[in-house]
C-alpha cells in the first residue's frame, strides 16, 4: 500500500492529468487492500457521485463567463467602476478591486478575473504611476474575491463532493465576499496615503450616468444570478441557463461577440466541464475505497484521541489548507483531502454551508501565494513582472486576506446570515 503515495507523488510531477492521478490511485488501492470485488459497483458510486441537478449549473455558468469575457464587458466595468472610486486617493487600485467584485457575479473564476485585469487595468495603473509590482500585486489580490462572490465553479465543485446545497453556498458566499472587497479596499487605501498613490482627476471619469447605462447589460448577470435565486424565482441551474442568455445579449449590445467567440466559448467550456467531470468520477472512485476502509472514522478517531474540540479541529484543518493551497491547484485540494477531512468537522458540529466557504475561501488564497500561486503566475506572465518579486508584494494583502479568513471561522453568522434568513440552513 506505501507505493500508491509514491506512484500517486511521481504522476503528479510528471504532469499527468489530474483525474488519471487520483482515479488509478483508489483502483491500486483497491487491488493492494484485496478489496477487487467491491469494484463491481464502481460504475454505480461514480454515476450517483455526478447525477447531481445542480451540476448542470457549472457548464452553463463557465460559458455565460467565457461569453461575457469574450463579448466588451471589461471596459463597460472599468468605466463603471471608475465613476464610483476613481477620485478618491488611490483610485485605480480601488477601480482594480471593484471590478473584481463585477468580474466575480460574471466568471466566478480567479484566474480569469486575473488575466483580464492585467490586460487592461495593469498598464493604465503603471502608466499613471504605480509601481509594476503594487499594480500586479492587488490584481492578484483581489482575483480572488471571484471564486467566493456567486456564481462560483468551486462551490458548485464543493456542493457536488460533501453534497451540500449550491443555492445555499451561493448565499453564503455574498457577504464574505464583500467584507473581503472591504478589507482590500482599507488596505489599499492605507497603501495609497503611505505612496501618495495618484487619483483620477474629474475630466479623466466617465460621467456617473452615462457610465451607469452603459454598464448596466455588463451587470445584468449578477443581478439575474443573485437575484432570482434570492427571491426564489429561479434555482441555480436555471439561472445559469438565463445567464447564457444575458451573456449573449450583453455581448451583442457590445458589439464584441463574433461567431469566432462564441464557438471558442463553446470549446473552452466543454473542455473545462469535461475535465471537471472527469475529476468528480475519479473522487467517487477515492470515496469509495476510502468508506470500504472507515478513513474518516480513523481521523475521527485521531481528533479525538488528540483532545481536538471543534474550534481547534478548524483551525488546524486551516492551517494545513493552508499549506496545502501554496502547493496544489483547488480542485486538487478538494478532491483529495475535502472527502476525509470535512465529515469530521461536520460530526462535531460546524455547518456544511459555513464548512463550504471557509475551505473554498482558504484554497483560494493558495492561488496568491508561491510557489504555486496559479493567479501570481497569470499576473506575472501578462503584465511581464517577476515572480518572486510579485509574491513579495503581495504578501500584505495576503495577511489581509488571512485575517479575514479568520474572522470567517469565529463569527460564522457572516457566512450563515443570509441562508437562515433565506430558510436554506439552521
Not at 297 to 313: E, F, H, R, S
Not at 339 to 362: E, K, R
Not at 404 to 417: D, F, K, M, S
Amino acid at each position: 500500500m506505501w507505493l500508491v503515495p509514491i506512484i500517486v507523488a511521481v504522476l503528479l510531477a510528471a504532469g499527468t492529468a489530474l483525474a488519471y492521478v487520483i482515479g488509478g490511485a483508489a483502483v491500486l488501492s483497491f487491488v493492494f487492500l484485496d478489496n477487487t470485488r467491491y469494484l463491481a459497483v464502481l460504475p454505480q458510486k461514480i454515476f450517483s457521485q455526478i447525477d447531481v441537478f445542480s451540476l448542470m449549473a457549472m457548464p452553463l455558468f463557465i460559458l455565460a463567463g467565457e461569453i461575457m469575457n469574450r463579448g466588451g464587458v471589461t471596459k463597460a466595468l472599468l468605466d463603471l467602476s471608475m465613476a464610483l472610486v476613481g477620485r478618491m486617493r488611490g483610485g485605480l487600485g480601488h477601480v482594480n478591486i471593484l471590478t473584481s467584485v463585477f468580474f466575480a457575479g460574471i466568471s466566478g473564476s480567479a484566474i480569469a478575473d486575473a488575466a483580464a485585469l492585467s490586460n487592461t487595468l495593469v498598464p493604465e495603473m503603471k502608466r499613471r504611476g504605480y509601481s509594476d509590482t503594487y499594480a500586479a500585486a492587488i490584481t492578484a489580490a483581489s482575483s480572488i474575491i471571484g471564486p467566493i462572490v456567486p456564481p462560483s465553479i468551486i462551490l458548485i465543485f464543493y456542493g457536488a463532493v460533501m453534497q451540500t446545497s449550491v443555492t445555499a453556498l451561493f448565499m453564503a458566499g455574498i457577504l464574505p465576499g464583500l467584507v473581503l472587497a472591504c478589507a482590500l479596499f482599507a488596505a489599499n487605501g492605507v497603501a495609497a496615503y503611505a505612496g501618495n498613490h495618484p487619483r483620477l482627476e474629474r475630466a479623466e471619469i466617465t460621467p456617473f450616468k452615462e457610465a451607469f447605462f452603459h454598464g448596466l447589460p455588463a451587470m445584468s448577470l449578477p443581478i439575474i444570478i443573485v437575484g432570482g435565486i434570492v427571491f426564489g424565482l429561479m434555482t441555480p441551474t436555471e439561472a445559469a441557463g438565463v445567464a447564457v442568455v444575458a451573456a449573449s445579449l450583453a455581448g451583442w449590445y457590445y458589439g464584441a461577440l463574433s461567431p469566432l467567440a462564441i464557438l471558442e466559448s463553446l470549446r473552452r467550456t466543454a473542455m473545462l466541464s469535461g475535465s471537471i467531470f472527469m475529476i468528480l468520477a475519479a473522487v467517487a472512485t477515492l470515496g469509495h475505497i476510502a468508506s470500504l476502509e472507515r478513513l474518516p472514522q480513523a481521523i475521527a478517531t485521531l481528533v479525538t484521541d488528540l483532545g481536538l474540540g471543534p474550534l481547534q479541529y478548524l483551525l488546524v484543518l486551516n492551517v494545513l489548507l493552508i499549506l496545502v493551497g501554496m502547493l496544489m491547484d483547488i480542485p486538487v485540494a478538494l478532491a483529495l483531502l475535502v472527502p476525509l477531512l470535512a465529515p469530521v468537522a461536520i460530526a462535531q458540529g460546524a455547518d456544511p454551508t459555513h464548512l463550504g466557504i471557509i475551505i473554498c475561501f482558504n484554497l483560494s488564497i493558495g492561488l496568491v501565494t508561491p510557489p504555486l500561486g496559479g493567479c501570481l503566475l497569470v499576473v506575472s506572465t501578462v503584465t511581464g513582472t517577476n515572480y518572486w518579486k510579485l509574491a513579495r508584494a503581495v504578501l500584505p494583502f495576503v495577511i489581509v486576506e488571512i485575517l479575514v479568513l479568520g474572522l470567517l471561522i469565529l463569527v460564522p453568522e457572516i457566512t450563515l446570515a443570509i441562508p437562515r434568513a433565506m430558510g436554506l440552513v439552521n
